[in-house]
């Protein structure tokens, strides 16, 4: 199965590779000297690229602008508490380079759609850049050595952002989370390990990088992903010309484009409702940049449009107003 023409169900595509250097304890371990020395050893490992990069110290950046960043996937919701982290965002914000989040260096590109091999490309680019100029933990044994016990090997995790509408309808998440521990494989919340899925949104990522190589792990995550697609699919197949299927999306977007007020979890059902209904051509007349919405109208992305910190009454004022011009 071609993943490649399933993007409606594939939001988006991520790797990451976790690295270490060898001369400094685990970031766990280390002060804020230490901190600051692993940020200027990256810096400078950095130099033939610089002017890819802005520079971001997480200690000068506000809660708001932390929050947006959690919300737009460039940190981790961990990494938002963390001392001594810090972030280099290349200029199209298609990589970033996080230091001393659980891991000195976590190589990080996300790009739209089902790309996962142009993920690994740039992510492998820039791991090669820092490797000739920093030496890394490594064994022989056992490959790149990291904080967690499941990241060692080739510390890669691969990950895809899949829109499941109908399996969360079906109530079959749980058991296809099952199904794919079997597999070395885990399906997640939007913001990964922890985190709640919003708007029928999950991210499924192997669990093990230790015995297998970058490309065995990546194509196991290719064929499991084909495999959950046909299932959604089949699901979306069978609800095809159902009035009352078709009354929810049309609900939905009619909510979307006249309400005056409402919460994040309910505006993002209503866009999960939007995008299947866009997907399923119930909808036309729309483009599919639903996602996109879906980030813009996350709290922290609220309040950095605002200026200010809004409470929630007036966020989700604010809210509605956005989906009004947007969806208008």
Same mark, same amino acid.
């Given at each position: 199965? &071609?993943? @490649? ?57 506000? %809660? ?25 965002? %290349? ?25 996962? *091999? ?5 992510? *492998?680019k820039l791991d090669d850049l820092l490797n000739e100029r920093l030496m890394f933990a490594f064994s022989d044994k ?28 079906? @109530? ?5 989370? &099952? ?48 495999? =959950? ?17 078709? *009354? ?6 009619? =909510? ?31 483009? *599919? ?34 989906? @009004?011009?947007?969806?208008?």
């Amino acid at each position: 199965m &071609n993943i @490649n023409d399933n993007s409606s169900i594939i939001v988006s595509s991520r790797i990451r590779l976790a690295r270490n250097l060898a001369e400094f304890p685990f970031p766990h371990r280390i002060g804020p000297k230490e901190g600051r020395m692993i940020t200027e050893r990256v810096r400078e490992a950095l130099a033939p690229v610089k002017n890819q990069f802005t520079f971001v110290n997480m200690a000068d950046v506000d %809660q708001v602008t932390k929050l947006a960043l959690v919300e737009n996937h460039i940190i981790s919701p961990a990494m938002t508490e963390k001392k001594n982290t810090s972030l280099f965002i %290349q200029s199209d914000n298609k990589a970033e380079i996080l230091i001393n989040e659980e891991d000195h260096i976590r190589i990080q590109t996300v790009f739209s759609g089902a790309d996962i *091999d142009g993920c690994y490309s740039l992510a *492998d680019k820039l791991d090669d850049l820092l490797n000739e100029r920093l030496m890394f933990a490594f064994s022989d044994k056992y490959g790149y050595l990291t904080a967690c016990l499941t990241n060692t090997g080739t510390g890669l995790r691969a990950s895809f952002m899949l829109h499941l509408p109908m399996l969360e309808k079906q @109530n079959r998440i749980k058991s296809l989370q &099952n199904e794919l521990s079997r597999y070395g494989m885990v399906i997640r919340g939007i913001y990964g390990e922890g985190s709640e899925p919003l708007g029928s949104l999950y991210q499924v990522s192997n669990q093990i990088t230790l015995g297998k190589s970058e490309t065995e792990i990546i194509d196991e995550l290719k064929n499991i992903t084909g495999q =959950i697609i046909k299932r959604e699919e089949a699901l979306r197949e069978k609800i095809k010309g159902d009035m009352n299927f078709a *009354d929810s999306i049309y609900r939905s977007l009619g =909510i979307l484009r006249y309400c005056k007020k409402i919460s994040g979890s309910e505006a993002m059902g209503h866009l999960s409702n939007l995008k299947l209904g866009i997907s399923s051509g119930i909808i036309t007349g729309i483009k *599919d940049n639903i996602y996109n919405i879906m980030v813009d109208i996350q709290s922290g992305n609220v309040a950095k449009r605002a200026g200010d910190l809004p409470d929630s009454d007036r966020r989700d004022i604010l809210r509605a107003e956005y989906l @009004n011009k947007t969806l208008k």
